[in-house]
């Protein structure tokens, strides 16, 4: 019979029936056993202003100082050009996906290897609405400013054991 209970064990067996041997199996929470990731806003470039819509493409580089992989869940960001408005959003996504219920096959989320960096990117198509002259004068000239909000979800081994860790990250650009 065996029995693990707290920070001992006690092992029973015709050679040592009721032998106590201890051991240590207190766990630091893994909170503190993982480092925190962290995130650089890699780009942000106009890529096309039309009179109808402009294309801008955003990249953020995600570093993994720890000595195990890591799985990027999902990196939710707002886009923000400060010229226009500093806390009206144009913009905002979603890069990778957050599992709901079972985990699926082929799900959207990244192993970033252990010591690693990956590069995220995504495509943002804004319409012209006309209501934002002074936005689109500043995409138009090449001369926004950016600020750029979000989280990053991660996990230390697996979606399904585990805390979730969280990263927000706000960058000037």
């Known amino acids: 019979m065996i029995l ?3 920070s001992s064990s006690v092992i029973n067996s015709p050679e040592n029936t009721n032998q106590e041997i201890k051991s240590d199996t207190s766990q630091e929470p893994i909170s503190s056993q993982i480092q925190s990731l962290t995130v ?3 780009d942000i470039s106009i890529k096309e202003v039309t009179p109808r819509g402009a294309t801008i493409e955003i990249s953020f580089k995600i570093n993994n100082p720890n000595s195990n992989s890591v799985i990027v869940q999902v990196m939710d ?4 050009e400060t010229g226009y408005s500093n806390v009206e959003q144009i913009s905002g996504g979603q890069i990778g996906s957050r599992p709901e219920g079972m985990v699926e096959f082929g799900s959207d989320y990244y192993v970033l290897l252990a010591e690693n960096s990956i590069i995220l990117k ?4 804004l319409k ?3 209501n934002t002259p002074k936005l689109w004068s ?3 000239s ?3 400013k950016w600020r750029v909000t979000g989280t990053v979800f991660y996990n230390l081994s697996s979606m399904t054991s585990g805390q979730e860790n969280t990263l927000h990250f ?3 650009k």
């Open 170 to 172: 706000e960058f000037e």
């Open 4 to 6: 693990l209970s707290g």
């Open 77 to 80: 960001y707002q886009l923000f």
């Open 142 to 144: 090449d001369t926004a």
């Open 122 to 125: 995504d495509k943002i198509q």
């Open 128 to 130: 012209n609405t006309g």
């Open 40 to 42: 650089e806003l890699d």
């Open 138 to 140: 500043d995409l138009e």
